[in-house]
């Protein structure tokens, strides 16, 4: 195996034996293969809809097969090996579909030149993907500039169809994004393509993440309402209880419906907290509020939770035998030999009877201590703040914001944005999103004039909130640019929404943000230098220098 697509990989450099996320060397390597597979389903399917040949089966397996590949989702190699075999079958299908209506139309055969993607057997086993694994994956493509822009541009497309997933599930969709990954994805097969090819290519991922982010809010907030502030309780009472963790709000609302009236108490985790101040969700008196941090505190904080656990996405660890009989996925989360809560049927819901018949079995949680604090800062929310925000400015009570949003993890590098918070100056304000929050909202920061220090937009895909409120200050400004504000953004990220969040930023033209705790393995000397000339990226530092630069402006 050899993967570097998270902020975690080994020595900065690659995972070459086994992922430091939990991944086998074989579930990488069917990641991999089931990339390429969706590649070659992109290629088709592009030339499909050349001749007017749609394919909804195809979208969403695209959308699906990426999402799948993004860190900390999927460690089932036998359901990997599933998703390949359907991929063949879905792009045998698409590819016929186009022959045939190629044929007709110019009654002679397509002979054109095929990008090299890999010819897959139907009928290979695990261990003949697994060998094949290595001529498709990251080390295939020999130039290391062009690789590495290949590799940016999957990462934030993988980013992207995270978001888009959860919008579809909802009923929202774009085609024009679903039409720009597959172009994407089809780009990375395509060796005539030039650097500058790629670096647009790029930029308009970063064109994309912004349309999806923006399909995603509306998404949320017509199904469940604009959030509102909340003061969200963080421990735990007496009675039975289920923790659902992950991004899914449908599964979080039917969780809370099948709950409801059954005595089963129900808790958020991690980048569901925000679920807490939607108003659909607060009509439920037994969603008691949140429990735990970021993912990386999980096997800890799971363990100490004595009641069912339910991942409904991304950003699971590898489970403890202490709680691996009570955790459960779903979506397309996965672990081996985890419980898995089957997908809904059209129209219909998933069934999470299993979970709650566990719930009560195992009774009462522990009783654990919390305390409150305030969520809810949607764009709209924030704006409707715009005047007493702006006077603060005005009169000097607010000195300067920063953007601190982004993923946490494990490395001790990290403590950097949690004194970076500690550290800043009493007249600043912190804008967040994602689970980098943790770092910061269980702080006693205080308020300015009633304006929270830390105001928490919610989810990674929030962070378009935090971009739509930059747009909105440049506007009452009257600024030529987000760069002219009075706002730093300081990022910390671990995986590939992150990068998709990274690639919005600077498709927004957001210049000067630091990044760590480190850069991404994943760009070449050559590519991190284009970045930084063209966008004055910067890596992390230490919490004194930064801070004293970025209150400089710089």
């Known amino acids: ?39 070659g389903i992109s290629f088709w399917s592009i030339k499909a809809s050349q001749l007017g040949i749609e394919d909804e089966e195809t979208d969403n397996f695209v959308i699906e097969a990426m999402f799948t590949g993004v860190t900390n989702v999927n460690f089932d190699s036998q359901k990997i090996y599933g998703l390949i075999k359907k991929g063949l079958e879905v792009k045998t299908n698409i590819k016929n579909k186009f022959l045939a209506a190629y044929e007709t139309k110019n009654n002679k055969k397509f002979s054109d030149a095929v ?88 930029m308009e991922a970063g064109k994309n993440a912004v349309d999806t982010m923006a399909l995603l809010d509306k998404a949320n907030t017509d199904s469940y309402g604009i959030p509102t502030i909340t ?80 991942m409904t996405t991304n950003c699971i660890q590898k489970p403890k035998d202490s709680y691996k009989d009570k955790i459960f ?28 018949k566990k719930a009560k079995e195992l009774g009462s949680v522990k009783v654990i201590e919390g305390k409150k604090i305030p969520i809810g800062f949607n764009h709209n929310t924030i704006l409707s703040l715009a005047d007493k925000i ?3 400015v005005k009169t000097g ?46 702080l006693d920061l205080g308020d300015i004039g009633g304006i929270p220090r830390v105001i928490d937009a919610g989810q990674c895909n929030d962070s378009y909130s935090l971009a739509v409120v930059a747009l909105k200050l440049v506007e009452v400004f009257g600024a030529k640019s987000i760069n002219d504000l009075p706002i730093s953004f300081d990022i910390g990220w671990y995986e590939q929404k992150a990068v998709t969040v990274l690639l919005a930023l600077l498709f927004l033209g957001v210049k000067g943000i630091r990044l760590g705790p480190t850069l991404p393995a994943f760009l070449s000397p050559n590519v991190a230098k284009v970045l930084i000339e063209a966008f004055d990226l910067k890596q992390t530092g230490t919490a004194e220098e930064d801070i004293k630069l970025m209150m400089a402006g710089k």
């Open 397 to 442: 009570a607010i000195k300067r914001f920063f953007v601190m949003g982004g993923c946490d993890g494990r490395q001790k590098e990290r403590e950097y944005f949690t004194d970076v918070a500690k550290q800043l100056p009493k007249d600043t304000v912190i804008l967040t999103a994602g689970c980098a929050k943790f770092r910061y909202n269980l």
């Open 329 to 356: 996925t779903t979506g397309l989360a996965a672990w081996d030999g985890v419980a898995h809560i089957a997908d809904r049927k059209q129209g219909g819901q998933k069934d999470f009877t299993a979970a709650i």
């Open 1 to 39: 195996m050899f993967c570097y697509q998270c902020q975690e990989t080994a020595k900065n450099q690659g995972c070459t034996v086994a992922g430091v996320c939990g991944k086998s060397g074989t579930v990488a390597d069917l990641l991999d293969v089931l990339t390429d597979v969706t590649k």
């Open 390 to 392: 702006v006077d603060a």
């Open 115 to 202: 990008p090299s993607s890999a010819s897959w057997e139907s009928n290979a086993s695990i261990k003949d993907f697994e060998k094949r694994g290595a001529e498709v994956g990251v080390l295939s493509t020999k130039n290391e500039d062009i690789r590495s822009l290949r590799e940016l541009l999957i990462y934030g497309i993988k980013g992207i169809s995270a978001y888009y997933d959860h919008a579809k599930i909802l009923n929202y969709k774009n085609q024009s994004v679903i039409n720009f990954v597959k172009k994407g994805l089809a780009s990375t097969i395509d060796d005539s393509l030039s650097i500058d090819n790629y670096i647009a290519l790029v």
């Open 231 to 310: 003061e969200v309780f963080t421990g735990t009472v007496a009675g039975a209880g289920i923790l659902v963790s992950g991004h899914d709000l449908k599964d979080f609302e039917e969780i809370l419906k099948q709950t409801d009236g059954t005595g089963v108490n129900v808790y958020t985790h991690g980048e569901m907290l925000p679920a807490n101040a939607y108003p659909a969700f607060k009509k439920y008196k037994h969603l008691i509020g949140n429990y735990g941090t970021s993912w990386y505190n999980q096997q800890k904080e799971f363990e100490d939770f004595n009641g069912v656990i339910i």
